[in-house]
């Protein structure tokens, strides 16, 4: 079956790194998007990555390996505003999106 | 980026009855699918909307519960019909390319 593997929930300090990681196990791979989510508002779209190594957009970066099924997103410079789900998913052979869970990521003062 | 307008953005429906969502995008985008996503969950896909033909659904969906149209490469509605409050969620259309993939920002739907 197909499958997307992310946490939970983390925890970070506002001003610090924190890295989310997403595994996979699907149908083909046709890339792997990242999305924020808001409580109560439709996913943002943030990154894009379909060859391996690391994609950099601002406070964003998110990285790929494709032999090892493996992504992260990495947030520099936490602030508040960035306390959101972040969902990981991967679009199989038939070009069809497969969604993670989503991560809830809380950021303290 | 394309910009995606869905409508309504809530509704609040008697049990029985049924409801059209729109969604509208502002570019030619190649797909187009419609999701529902209940609170604190990930997203589950419903169909993959095609232009001018039938929608393809996922196991568990049918299209005599959700019909969907698909008349342009930009347009496409969903229909929630004969609702009941397991209907209750928020629908999400998403549009995009092989490489991109927007959301519409989703209509929040209650059945009473």
């Known amino acids: 079956g197909q499958n997307i593997d992310q946490p939970t929930e983390m925890t970070a300090t506002e001003g610090a790194i924190v890295q989310i990681n997403c595994t996979y196990q699907t149908s083909g791979f046709n890339g792997l998007f990242w999305y924020q989510q808001h409580a109560g508002e439709a996913p943002t779209f943030l990154s894009y990555n379909v060859l391996d190594g690391l994609e950099e957009k601002g406070r964003f970066s998110s990285f790929l390996s494709r032999s090892k099924g493996y992504s992260y997103l990495l947030l520099k410079e936490l602030q508040m505003k960035d306390s959101a789900s972040y969902l990981c998913a991967v679009r199989d052979s038939n070009y069809q999106l497969i969604w993670g869970a989503g991560t809830k990521l809380i950021i303290k003062p | 980026s394309a910009v995606i307008s869905q409508k309504p953005s809530r509704d609040i429906c008697q049990r029985g009855t049924s409801l059209t969502i729109q969604c509208q995008v502002d570019?030619?985008?190649?797909?187009m699918f419609w999701y529902r996503q209940q609170p604190g969950q990930s997203l589950t896909l419903i169909a993959t909307a095609n232009q001018g033909s039938e929608a393809t659904y996922e196991s568990g969906f049918v299209i005599d519960k959700f019909p969907i149209s698909r008349p342009n490469l930009t347009f496409s509605t969903l229909t929630v019909s004969n609702m009941s409050p397991e209907d209750s969620s928020i629908y999400l259309c998403?549009?995009?390319?092989?490489?991109?993939?927007?959301f519409g920002q989703g209509t929040r739907l209650t059945v009473v």
């Open positions: 570019s030619q985008v190649t797909m």
């Open positions: 998403s549009a995009g390319t092989e490489l991109e993939a927007f």
